[in-house]
Structures are given as C-alpha cells and as structure tokens.
C-alpha cells in the first residue's frame, strides 16, 4: 500500500532548531539521514521543502482564482517535506513514523 508522510514543522521546533549550536544541527540533521537510510527499502520518493513564505497559493472558489505569495493557511505549522512509501498497511507506516527523529508532527494519508 501507498502512503505519503508530511512532515510538519512547528514554530516550536523551529525555533528550537535555530537555537541549536552547529554541532547540535549538524547531529539532528545526521539522525534524519539516518532514518532515510535505515528505511530506503520503503521509502519510493521524498523531498525537503522550500520554507513556506516561499509559497504560492490559489484559492478557488466563486468567481475568479485569487494567487496570494505565502502558504495556504497563516499557522505556526507548515509541511516541511514529504516521503512516499510503499508498505504493506497502515501499521507498518506507523511504526516508521514512530522512529522519526526530526519534526514533531508526520500525517499519513494513502495515496493512489
């Protein structure tokens, strides 16, 4: 089955990453590297974000499309990147989330 996972960025996490000393950085970034690797047989595709004041959004809706710069919603959230993988259920991608070491949040959803 086909998922893909969305790693969420909170304000919180931010923040805390940009307190991080080099060193620090360095070994969180080293931990994602990790997770990817130790999951390569999963994982089909995925992909780090531009940040999201880097975004354009088009609301659809009555009368004409509006294009706005910036994410689609004002939060303290924001998909920070994507994985695509192929497991045999949901459980399966759960428990790969569960060793996810970066971002607090990662939603699943199937994809077709």
Not at 1 to 8: D, G
Not at 23 to 47: C, P, Q
Not at 60 to 72: A, H, Q, S, Y
């Amino acid at each position: 089955m086909k998922y893909v996972l969305m790693f969420v960025e909170t304000e919180e996490f931010g923040k805390r990453l940009e307190e991080m000393s080099d060193l620090e950085r360095e070994a969180a970034y080293e931990a994602v590297g990790r997770w990817f690797a130790e999951n390569s047989d999963k994982i089909t595709h995925h992909m780090h974000l531009a940040p999201a004041h880097t975004a354009t959004t088009v609301r659809l809706g009555d009368g004409e499309p509006v294009v706005t710069d910036g994410p689609f919603v004002e939060g303290k959230e924001v998909v920070s990147g994507y994985a695509e993988v192929e497991v045999a259920d949901l459980d399966e991608a759960l428990k790969m989330v569960r060793s996810w070491p970066a971002c607090p949040l990662v939603e699943i959803r199937p994809a077709s």
